[in-house]
């Protein structure tokens, strides 16, 4: 049990971070790593979304499975998705103003994040319980996080660098993102 | 309705190519490049679930409210994603088993939602499934392109480029090299690129 929870740890962490391993969520990597305080924010705000949308797909994939409608799969739980985005924007414009204007534009692009879709897929897929989806969930959108946290931290660096002129914005980014998957992949088996 | 909408709109797949001018759709590009068969099997996929949902929305643009257009798109396009879905299981099984995992994820491809905002929400039916088409194959040919170089390059013994790392990296400097190619063009055809 504690075994089964601590390589979904790991694995969504690290050895099968959802950036460098599965190559999901790039857009928001490439889009929003060039400072690192938003960086942290829309990877915790993706990682809220990811853990909710995952838990409640995970309950409504088994009314589907009941009521035998699972190829509606991807049209219940892209709708979900993004009605919980839009919950979160609701919720978070009344709780927290700061937060809410910092996330600004971000917030109602994670509807679009693959990483969301692509976890609550996996998810229902692996056949996961209720606790460990949460976990793969909450392990995912951190890794999601460190890959952002990561990626804004070269890039800070990168802005004072001479950069040859069709190689500047995403060419280079993309580069530097091989790299650090070449690292990452580097803990390949580590924990199988 | 007029000639230079339908012009552009059958150019926007190479001058405004969405993999390496608009970086949409990384994910899949990434991801699914990684041998030619996959590429263009996925490239395809999109590719018709763009043109059919470009129609239907430039069909439905002026009945859908402003307010819940975003809702409406995206179940548009998950209709037509569960349709190529059901297809590619049903009559390419081997395709299925090896891009089964990414088909669902066309849906959130922000190419398709891209254009359903930019494009077929403000255009006619017919401008609007040329705008596809050829961003449609703008798509294929650029996530075809990655996967045979990806393939070339890991069958020479260079295993790297099969994997995400090679995904990266490749796109980069097809990036890189595109953007040289398309500064080199625009200076000769600066004419063409205003009109």
Not at chain 2, 18 to 26: E, W
Not at chain 2, 69 to 95: H, K, W
Not at chain 2, 103 to 127: D, H, M, Q, T, Y
């Amino acid at each position: 049990m504690w075994m089964t929870i601590f390589s979904i740890v790991i694995s969504g962490l690290i050895t099968n971070n959802i950036i460098f391993s599965q190559t999901l969520g790039i857009c928001p990597f490439l889009g929003v790593s060039k400072k690192l305080d938003s960086a942290v924010g829309m990877g915790l705000a993706v990682t809220f979304v990811i853990v909710l949308s995952s838990v409640v797909c995970h309950y409504l994939y088994m009314l589907l499975e009941l009521a035998e409608l699972t190829y509606l799969q991807t049209i219940i739980f892209i709708l979900i998705i993004a009605a919980l985005v839009q919950l979160l924007d609701i919720v978070l414009k009344k709780a927290s103003p700061s937060l809410y204007t910092s996330l600004g534009v971000y917030l109602a692009l994670i509807t679009t994040n693959c990483a969301v879709l692509g976890t609550a897929n996996n998810v229902v897929a692996e056949g996961y319980g209720i606790l460990e989806t949460v976990v793969a969930g909450l392990s995912v959108g951190l890794g999601f996080t460190l890959a952002l946290i990561l990626m804004a931290g070269v890039r800070e660096k990168t802005q004072r660098a001479v950069i040859p002129k069709p190689f500047q914005g995403f060419p280079i980014a993309l580069i530097i993102a091989g790299i650090m998957a070449m690292a990452f992949s580097g803990f390949n088996g580590l924990f199988a | 309705m007029n000639g230079k909408t339908l012009r552009n709109a059958a150019l926007g797949g190479i001058l405004n190519n969405p993999v390496f001018v608009l970086v949409l759709g990384m994910c899949p590009t990434i991801a699914q490049s990684n041998s030619i068969i996959n590429a263009f099997g996925l490239g395809c996929a999109t590719a018709v679930v763009l043109v059919f949902s470009n129609i239907a929305i430039s069909l439905l643009r002026k009945v859908i409210p402003d307010k819940v257009r975003l809702p409406a798109y995206i179940v548009i396009i998950a209709t037509f994603v569960t349709i190529v879905q059901m297809v590619i299981s049903g009559f390419l099984p081997e395709l299925y088993a090896s891009i089964s995992s990414f088909i669902p994820l066309i849906v959130v491809n922000c190419i398709i939602l891209g254009r359903a905002e930019s494009f077929a929400s403000k255009n006619s039916v017919l401008a609007s499934a040329v705008d596809g088409l050829s961003m449609g194959i703008g798509f294929i040919l650029s996530i075809t392109l990655l996967g045979a170089i990806r393939q070339g390059l890991g069958a020479m013994g260079l295993s790297l480029f099969v994997q995400p790392a090679g995904g990266f990296i490749v796109l980069g400097f097809v990036m890189a090299l595109f953007n040289c190619l398309m500064g080199i063009f625009k200076n000769r055809h600066k004419t063409l690129m205003e009109a």
